[in-house]
């Protein structure tokens, strides 16, 4: 008989960057039956306007709460280094029309817009944030296919942090634990957005370019915009976000 | 022959709270021959008077960098719970005159000061630190001994962090990785005052209390308290703190 409690476990935390794979990730999260808390990192990135697509995106899913937490870019970039993370101002400029993405020939090779630790620490935030909410899943958005050179987003890595995160807390030692979620890791961009349309995401309400205006305008030439512009073309529909006024 | 990035990777991340057990790992990191980086948090704990300890010895000890970590802590606490951990004003009260905790008949429990995978995220913000920094070693100045209670100060949980650290960074996965080291993890308190203080620690400067007046003074009944009195007592030196005029 149904006492609550289940209720409570089957909440989940969702890591929302505000980018196509992690909205897709809040409503496949929705869509399984979790009552939803949302997380978002404020780390210095060039691509800030991700983070009102997350608040708004936690809005429509009903978010039990939406914490957008600050992190000192800092810890991530060494002030002195100039081959730092493309992903934050002063680092490394962001590669551009990089055509092998899109044959897979770059796979191998750890990109410049890698982040130190970066999903770790996201992931360890998560687990905080669940446990005092006595949630039992987290779900991230990371994606092995497009990008399996970013050693944070393997499923070896994620398996360890589910072990690590079940060692390291009250619940996992005494309770049900904790179980993380990656259900896009094995997709396609293309079979990413299918999904996602199936669910009614919101696309036009997403964003996933290193370096956009201010406004969200895409650059069009990074590599996050050629992989989301394949993944559309693939569909064979037009990405809404394109078809907005963004100055 | 020496070429200096040994030198670099020799480097190491010191998780510094300001405690007993984190200075005094903080010499022994440098005693074993490391350039030392510090890092601290503020997560809204009671006890902030050891942040001013922190930042002290991190001085002393010649760190190139310290970084004070805020932590919003809603995180770790649901602003609706009664029960929530003892560490951050609003949860429930800290433990006092706990005696079964010197005899080890309190061994087998998590105390109400436990802080939701606390040392999970602050070993993940160590990790990020280390990483832009080409540091390979991380020190925690966990210890499993007097706190069995405590799941992340377990060896298990450390190992398997530092196994997922190695997995999920582009230093693990393409460079010499990192070493975790808890160098007091199976110690008693008397044995890591003891060694403390053949390294020259002034312990005067450290702060274990729980809820400790603004000014330092502690409380002399939170089981942090009475675990380093203990460890005094069992030295034979009296605590430099306690001859401290701190009103």
Same mark, same amino acid.
């Given at each position: 008989?149904?006492?609550?409690?289940?209720?409570?476990?089957?909440?989940?935390?969702?890591?929302?960057?505000?980018?196509?794979?992690?909205?897709?990730?809040?409503?496949?999260?929705?869509?399984?039956?979790?009552?939803?808390?949302?997380?978002?990192? &404020?780390?210095?990135?060039?691509?800030?306007?991700?983070?009102? +697509?997350?608040?708004?995106?936690?809005?429509?899913?009903?978010?039990?709460?939406?914490?957008?937490?600050? !992190? &000192?870019?800092?810890?991530?970039?060494?002030?002195?280094?100039?081959?730092?993370?493309?992903?934050?101002?002063?680092?490394?400029?962001?590669? @551009?029309?990089?055509?092998?993405?899109?044959?897979?020939?770059? @796979?191998?090779? !750890?990109?410049?817009?890698?982040?130190?630790?970066?999903?770790?620490?996201?992931?360890?935030?998560?687990?905080?944030?669940?446990?005092?909410?006595?949630?039992?899943?987290?779900?991230?958005?990371?994606?092995?296919?497009?990008?399996?050179?970013?050693?944070? +987003?393997? %499923?070896?890595?994620?398996?360890?942090?589910?072990?690590?995160?079940?060692?390291?807390?009250?619940?996992?030692?005494?309770?049900?634990?904790?179980?993380?979620?990656?259900?896009?890791?094995?997709?396609?961009?293309?079979?990413? !957005?299918?999904?996602?349309?199936?669910?009614?995401?919101?696309?036009?309400?997403?964003?996933?370019?290193?370096?956009?205006?201010?406004?969200?305008?895409?650059?069009?030439? +990074?590599?996050? +915009?050629?992989?989301?512009?394949?993944?559309?073309?693939?569909?064979?529909?037009?990405? %809404?976000?394109?078809?907005?006024?963004?100055?």
């Amino acid at each position: 008989m149904y006492d609550g409690s289940f209720s409570v476990r089957m909440a989940a935390v969702v890591l929302l960057s505000g980018g196509l794979d992690s909205v897709t990730t809040l409503f496949v999260a929705k869509a399984e039956g979790h009552e939803i808390y949302c997380i978002s990192f &404020d780390y210095g990135q060039r691509h800030r306007f991700e983070l009102q +697509c997350a608040t708004e995106q936690a809005r429509r899913a009903g978010a039990l709460e939406h914490h957008t937490v600050k !992190i &000192d870019p800092v810890l991530f970039q060494d002030r002195s280094s100039h081959s730092a993370t493309a992903l934050i101002a002063g680092g490394a400029a962001v590669p @551009e029309n990089r055509s092998e993405l899109l044959t897979g020939a770059a @796979e191998k090779q !750890i990109p410049v817009t890698y982040v130190p630790a970066r999903n770790l620490l996201f992931l360890a935030y998560a687990l905080s944030f669940a446990e005092s909410r006595s949630a039992g899943y987290l779900y991230i958005g990371a994606n092995a296919l497009d990008y399996s050179g970013y050693p944070d +987003c393997r %499923p070896a890595f994620l398996q360890s942090f589910e072990t690590t995160a079940n060692l390291g807390t009250k619940a996992g030692i005494e309770g049900q634990g904790f179980s993380l979620k990656a259900p896009l890791v094995d997709d396609t961009k293309a079979d990413i !957005i299918r999904r996602g349309l199936k669910l009614g995401v919101d696309y036009s309400m997403t964003s996933s370019c290193y370096q956009p205006s201010d406004k969200g305008r895409p650059c069009g030439r +990074c590599d996050s +915009c050629l992989l989301r512009e394949k993944g559309f073309a693939e569909v064979g529909v037009e990405d %809404p976000l394109l078809l907005k006024d963004l100055a």
